[in-house]
């Protein structure tokens, strides 16, 4: 079993394992403890009282957090003609249509969010093994199948992010970097869980929200009152 570095036992030991932190003091500690020379991203795990391997128990959608994620998001459009001129003027990074196709045929996929208007599906389509996996297939629930290209790379590039529910029940998702201010990563929380806590599936039973954990990248978990959250 490997040691734990002086590094590790010092954040180890910063948290209490046991106790229920409210909001604002996990988000607080989560600062303290990112540590590492690069920027680390604040993470929220939430817990769902769900049973994703059922339809209508998934929880999946998008939710623009109001203070960016404080990353690059590097946007594909699959779209023709005029479309694809309104994505360019958006800010897109890669547009194109069969000939996009074929690039990431080739195992280059030089983009982070996938946006296509509904007549290129057909050419999408076939990028399925590719994309999927990837999460990257555009999908008209979460608005990435649209015919307003504009407005959707806007959103991708301004702080919109995907979530999606793991076959455990758990719903990863950063809310920005440790550099931000505290009450911008509380913002952008509040957005999160709001966002999931509306999209509750009709088939959930029982308690819905069961446990909600922050982290830096590298560092340990923060266990959150739930309660406190409730009262939101």
Same mark, same amino acid.
């Given at each position: 079993?490997?040691?734990?570095?002086?590094?590790? =036992?010092?954040?180890?030991?910063?948290?209490?394992?046991?106790?229920?932190? %409210?909001?604002?003091? &996990?988000?607080?500690?989560?600062?303290? %403890?990112?540590?590492?020379?690069?920027?680390?991203?604040?993470?929220? &795990?939430? %817990?769902?009282?769900? /049973?994703?391997?059922?339809?209508?128990?998934?929880?999946?959608?998008?939710?623009?957090?109001?203070?960016?994620?404080?990353?690059?998001?590097?946007?594909?459009?699959?779209?023709?003609?005029?479309?694809?001129?309104?994505?360019?003027?958006?800010?897109?990074?890669?547009?194109?249509?069969?000939?996009?196709?074929?690039?990431?045929? @080739? @195992?280059?996929?030089?983009?982070?969010?996938?946006?296509?208007?509904? /007549?290129?599906?057909?050419?999408?389509?076939?990028?399925?093994?590719?994309?999927?996996?990837?999460?990257?297939?555009?999908?008209?629930?979460?608005?990435?199948?649209?015919? %307003?290209? &504009? &407005?959707?790379?806007?959103?991708?590039?301004? @702080?919109?992010?995907?979530?999606?529910?793991?076959? +455990?029940?758990?719903?990863? *998702?950063?809310? @920005?970097?440790?550099?931000?201010?505290?009450?911008?990563?509380?913002?952008?929380?509040?957005?999160?869980?709001?966002?999931?806590?509306?999209?509750?599936?009709?088939?959930? =039973?029982?308690?819905?929200?069961?446990?909600?954990?922050? *982290?830096?990248?590298?560092?340990?978990?923060?266990?959150?009152?739930? +309660?406190?959250?409730?009262?939101?």
């Amino acid at each position: 079993m490997a040691k734990l570095t002086k590094k590790a =036992k010092a954040l180890a030991t910063a948290v209490d394992r046991e106790k229920l932190y %409210n909001v604002d003091e &996990a988000i607080a500690l989560a600062r303290t %403890n990112a540590t590492s020379k690069f920027d680390e991203t604040i993470e929220v &795990a939430l %817990n769902l009282g769900v /049973d994703p391997r059922h339809a209508d128990q998934m929880v999946r959608g998008v939710v623009l957090l109001p203070k960016g994620t404080g990353k690059t998001v590097r946007v594909g459009v699959f779209a023709k003609g005029a479309k694809a001129d309104e994505a360019r003027e958006a800010g897109a990074d890669v547009v194109g249509a069969e000939d996009l196709m074929e690039i990431v045929q @080739g @195992g280059k996929i030089d983009f982070d969010r996938c946006i296509a208007t509904p /007549d290129m599906m057909g050419v999408v389509g076939r990028l399925g093994k590719i994309l999927g996996p990837k999460g990257l297939m555009p999908n008209p629930k979460l608005g990435t199948v649209t015919m %307003n290209v &504009a &407005a959707a790379v806007q959103a991708a590039k301004s @702080g919109q992010v995907e979530y999606r529910v793991e076959k +455990a029940g758990i719903i990863h *998702s950063g809310i @920005g970097k440790a550099s931000f201010p505290a009450e911008d990563l509380r913002a952008n929380f509040d957005a999160l869980v709001d966002a999931v806590v509306k999209a509750k599936p009709s088939g959930a =039973k029982g308690k819905y929200l069961r446990k909600i954990a922050v *982290s830096s990248s590298m560092g340990p978990g923060i266990k959150v009152d739930v +309660a406190d959250v409730s009262a939101v």
